[in-house]
T-cell receptor
């Protein structure tokens, strides 16, 4: 089955700097890669996702890049702000096909933005 | 719109006791999921359901059971709780057709087994 590895487990950056979180996956059949943000005491929320027919996707200060050959994808946050402090999870699955998508999550990265 | 409601939000339980975590959604989503979240291990899928009347096993199903009698409810039962089941449990849902792929999560149920 799919296995997703996420690094680093903790990341601390100065406000205004960029943050990068990296994930690798094992199943070459995976073609859907979302990122979730979890604030303290809350459930995870989707912030951006990418499918394997594109290599990069941007949404304001957030971008995700995908390298299918190397089986890794990354989350980039630019101009970080205090409200970006949270735990971030990457995930991988197949899109469509039989049954519901069964997302496999990475271990999570606790991002702290220092003022 | 409430989204997904989980209950209880927190519970302390003696080992060997039976416990049911409740999950209700009002979005008419077909698919529902139970995950457990443990430090350093991320979110791991326990059980899932594609539609009412069907269920399936995830990565870590042992010691847990689920049922899906209708679209809205997806309870998770621990028949005889053990300390290793101490965790935060998240219920999630999504539409199977026409959706973006986004999973909608509840706010979690923190369970401590002593």
């Amino acid at each position: 089955g799919e296995n997703v590895e996420q690094h680093p487990s903790t990341l601390s950056v100065q406000e205004g700097d960029s943050a990068v979180i990296k994930c690798t996956y094992s199943d070459s059949a995976s073609n859907y890669f979302p990122w979730y943000k979890q604030e303290l005491g809350k459930g995870p929320q989707l912030i951006i996702d990418i499918r394997s027919n594109v290599g990069e996707k941007k949404d304001q200060r957030i971008a995700v890049t995908l390298n299918k050959t190397a089986k890794h994808f990354s989350l980039h946050i630019t101009e970080t702000q205090p409200e970006d402090s949270a735990v971030y999870f990457c995930a991988a699955s197949m899109w469509g096909g039989q049954g519901a998508q069964k997302l496999v999550f990475g271990q999570g990265t606790r991002l702290t933005i220092n003022p | 719109i409430a989204g997904i409601t989980q209950a209880p939000t927190s519970q302390i339980l003696a080992a060997g006791r039976r416990m049911t975590l409740r999950c209700t959604q009002d979005m008419r989503h077909n698919a529902m999921y139970w995950y457990r979240q443990d430090l350093g291990l991320g979110l791991r899928l326990i059980h899932y359901s594609n539609t009412a009347g069907t269920t399936g096993k995830g990565e870590v199903p042992d010691g847990y059971s689920v049922s899906r009698a209708n679209t809205d409810d997806f309870p998770l039962t621990l028949a005889s709780a053990v300390p290793s089941q101490t965790s935060v449990y998240f219920c999630a849902s999504k539409p199977l057709a026409g959706g973006t792929g986004e999973l909608f999560f509840g706010e979690g149920s923190r369970l401590t087994v002593l």
